[in-house]
């Protein structure tokens, strides 16, 4: 599958102090890629690198195949749309004549894409209302709403969801995988590891400018630790037939409650039925999979 | 109030249009020197009023566009929200500012009156006469006072069109109608010019029409500033709303 | 090109530079009938005449106030992240807006000697002579205030600030203003223009600069800014 964005070695320091550090993101076609990482990680200083607003200290980028220069950047850039930090327009127009500028500059002649795209987010009637009277929430949807007017191949969104209600978010979640299903390939940058989880397929973590981590969402969920808890009547016994049967030596025990964690899915209905043999009561059991935050927390240290 | 007052001068540190009132101290007596320059037998009385009478035109800007400014940055650096939540009362946010601005305008004319001196100095090389000192000094405390009877408008017009910019706008219209209309009889009645034509009369110029005594003047300035203090007050009461 | 001028002019509606610019047109209109009617010892053109420094300076305000507005917005409305994502280049933006901002000069130095020659006319009857002071006037003014319009996307773009930007600018302006009435004011490059119009009135005062000297001044001003305004406008982080 093609590279859409390809970073080597992206670095960028201001005044010697490095805020990425050798960034080599790869993200394909077709692809809902979940850029992750704490406040002054380096995400939206790599996004604006990737669209050439900010020169790179070293490293390059390659969009659509090709390594961006200021002159084929014009032809990408009509492929590309973008949220980058809070989305801005002009407070004295309304947001169909924001849209309408919008669809002007990017070239685009069908002028139904405005309407298109204002009932995508919602905004139909508000869309002669000027932007000066529209809350933050709507004007995020506004952002999303002018990112999506001239069908991009490609969708960079910083915090696309900020501002949002939660009907709000779980519209904008639904539409990036409807805009996806579609061949659209999205790079979504968000602190909402939640949301973030349940729409990506290609995970990067970035921590203090490095990329510390690119997986897919199995290996994600490959590498998710998982941890069993038993709750039963006698905890002793219970422990020496696991580690019996099972193998397995790391057991926590507290009061009555018997967890353990593995890599790997645990026979649950073979661990039932070696304890309901030896008489010991099942009071409760729950397998508890730990998420991409715990991940994150995990893998950058916090 | 006392605390209110603090605040507002410590914000006059991150104000960044200090250059202004220098400005507006110094250059009259730059732009002066440099206009006698040239000239055969220029004489201190000659220099001070033409220093003076630029004084008192660019002061019509420096102080219109440093009050608006004082107040609608408030406005422009999204911080009136964060004002209004103060526990005072909304005229005193108004009040504390009025009070400010006298030190601005007493600086600002005693700034030019140094720098007169020195400038002064520089040409003629002997101190000002002392009699013309003290008419000078006289002269702008009146001009001082006047122009400080004017503030409330300025902030008035600050409060009503939230932005900085109308200072300025204000500010130079009221110069060109001071020096478009300075020869006519009708300027000393335009409250923004009083100060522009009670400084050459004070001085003993007379090269401006002076029809009345100085009390008429200060009773239409006075006017003016009670009726702007109110303007003011009710305008500040609608922020709450 | 035309469709980015149109674009530009459209961004500025339902804003407060539409009254300013109406404004600025009745102004200058209004004090010179007013000085006429007070000052009846002169006639109408020498009133214009001696007054001409004020019927081109309110107009150029506006334009300040109007060029540093719609360069300093973008920075504002955090709109200039999204115009440098455009498929446009930074220099066609930028060049776009200068070209807006010499049409509304030239819209209100124009219309203001053209309503001057109307109500001169009205006064003291038609006179060709006139007329053609009149416009010759208004095409200086026009010209050469157009030649300090990238002066002001420059501070603006420097500033990226609306209000400091066109708080210097006609702060510059206003207190260097007294030089105007000085032979030596052609040394200040902003006073240029007035000077010009006042040398094309007959103003015999302004002997020491030629009217080509003064224009090639403000090409170089003009060239040097540009090519300033260029540099920033294409400036990465």
Redesign the interface.
């Known amino acids: 599958m093609q590279d859409i964005i390809r970073t080597a070695g992206l670095t960028k320091a201001y005044k010697g102090v490095p805020v990425v550090s050798d960034v080599d993101l790869n993200v394909k076609k077709g692809e809902i890629y979940g850029f992750i990482g704490r406040n002054g990680a380096g995400k939206t200083t790599t996004i604006r690198m990737i669209l050439n607003l900010t020169k790179p200290t070293s490293g390059h980028v390659e969009l659509f195949g090709e390594t961006t220069t200021d002159k084929n950047m014009y032809n990408n850039l009509r492929k590309i749309g973008a949220i980058i930090e809070s989305p801005g327009f002009y407070m004295n127009l309304s947001a169909r004549e924001n849209l309408d500028i919008q669809r002007l500059m990017m070239d685009a002649s069908d002028k139904a894409s405005i309407d298109r795209v204002l009932a995508t987010v919602g905004l139909s009637e508000e869309a002669n209302k000027r932007v000066s009277k529209y809350s933050l929430g709507m004007r995020q949807r506004l952002g999303i709403a002018r990112a999506l007017l001239h069908k991009p191949e490609l969708l960079l969104l910083d915090e696309p969801t900020n501002g949002l209600d939660p009907q709000g978010v779980v519209e904008i979640r639904e539409l990036l995988l409807s805009i996806a299903a579609e061949g659209t390939t999205i790079l979504v940058s968000s602190h909402i590891l939640s949301e973030v989880e349940k729409i990506v397929t290609r995970i990067g973590i970035l921590n203090k400018g490095k990329l510390l981590e690119e997986l897919s969402k199995d290996n994600f969920q490959t590498k998710c630790k998982q941890t069993t808890v038993y709750k039963v009547n006698s905890v002793e016994k219970a422990a020496t037939l696991i580690k019996q049967y099972l193998s397995i030596d790391d057991l926590s025990i507290l009061g009555d409650t018997i967890s353990f964690s593995s890599i790997e899915q645990v026979g649950n209905a073979k661990l039932n039925k070696i304890l309901i043999d030896n008489d010991i009561e099942i009071i409760e059991s729950k397998i508890i999979r730990s998420s991409l935050e715990d991940y994150f927390l995990e893998i950058t240290g916090a | 109030m006392g605390r209110l007052l603090q605040a507002e001068l410590k914000k006059l540190r991150s104000l960044n249009i200090w250059w202004l009132v220098i400005t507006g101290g110094i250059l009259p007596g730059i732009i002066t020197y440099l206009t006698f320059y040239n000239q055969e037998n220029p004489e201190w009385l000659g220099f001070t009023n033409m220093s003076l009478l630029s004084f008192n035109v660019q002061s019509l800007l420096t102080f219109a566009t440093f009050a608006t400014y004082m107040w609608a940055r408030e406005y422009e650096e999204n911080i009136m929200e964060q004002v209004l939540c103060y526990p005072y009362p909304r005229f005193y946010l108004v009040l504390v500012k009025v009070i400010v601005l006298f030190f601005v305008v007493a600086f600002t004319t005693a700034f030019f009156f140094c720098t007169t001196h020195l400038v002064g100095k520089a040409m003629f090389g002997t101190m000002m006469p002392g009699e013309l000192m003290w008419k000078l000094m006289k002269t702008l405390i009146n001009t001082g006072i006047m122009h400080f009877l004017l503030i409330p408008m300025y902030l008035c017009i600050a409060m009503v069109t939230k932005i900085s910019i109308s200072g300025l706008i204000f500010g130079i219209t009221n110069m060109c109608i001071c020096m478009a209309l300075s020869h006519t009889s009708i300027v000393q009645y335009i409250p923004q010019c009083i100060p522009y034509v009670i400084g050459d009369s004070q001085l003993g110029m007379n090269s401006l029409k002076v029809d009345n005594g100085l009390w008429v003047y200060y009773i239409i300035l006075v006017g003016i500033f009670i009726v702007s203090m109110i303007l003011t007050k009710l305008l500040a009461d609608k922020l709450k709303k | 090109m035309k ?2 001028i149109g ?1 530009e002019i ?2 500025i ?4 530079l539409q009254p ?1 610019i109406l404004l600025s047109l009745i ?1 200058p209109l209004l ?1 010179i009938t ?2 006429n009617a ?2 009846s010892d002169k006639t109408f053109l020498e009133v214009v005449v001696s ?1 001409s420094v ?1 019927v081109q ?2 107009p150029f ?1 506006v334009t300040v ?1 109007f060029g540093c507005f719609i360069v300093a ?1 973008e920075y504002k ?6 115009l ?6 930074q220099v066609k933006i930028m060049f776009s807006k200068i070209i807006v901002i010499v049409l509304e000069l030239w819209l209100t130095q124009i219309i203001t000697f053209i309503m001057l020659f109307l109500i001169n006319t009205v006064i003291e009857g038609y006179d060709i002579d006139i007329l053609l002071k009149y416009i010759g006037a208004g095409l200086i003014s026009a010209t050469t205030f157009s030649c300090l319009v990238p002066l002001i996307v420059f501070i603006s773009l420097l500033r990226r600030n ?3 930007s ?2 210097i600018l ?2 510059i302006f ?6 105007i009435f ?1 032979e ?1 004011g052609y040394i200040f490059p902003h006073l240029l223009p007035m000077i010009l119009v006042a040398k094309s009135f007959g103003s015999s005062v302004y002997n020491k600069i030629s009217f080509l000297g003064g224009t090639l001044i403000l090409i170089g001003i003009a060239t040097i800014f540009y090519c300033l305004s260029i540099r920033i406008a294409k400036k ?2």
């Open positions: 469709k980015m674009l459209k961004k509606r339902h804003t407060f300013l102004g004090m007013v000085i007070i000052d007054n004020f300076m309110i305000a106030i917005r409305e955090n709109m200039m992240v999204y440098k994502i455009m498929p446009h280049s609306f209000s400091g066109a708080l006609l702060i206003m207190m260097t203003f007294p030089f000085s030596n990465k982080e």
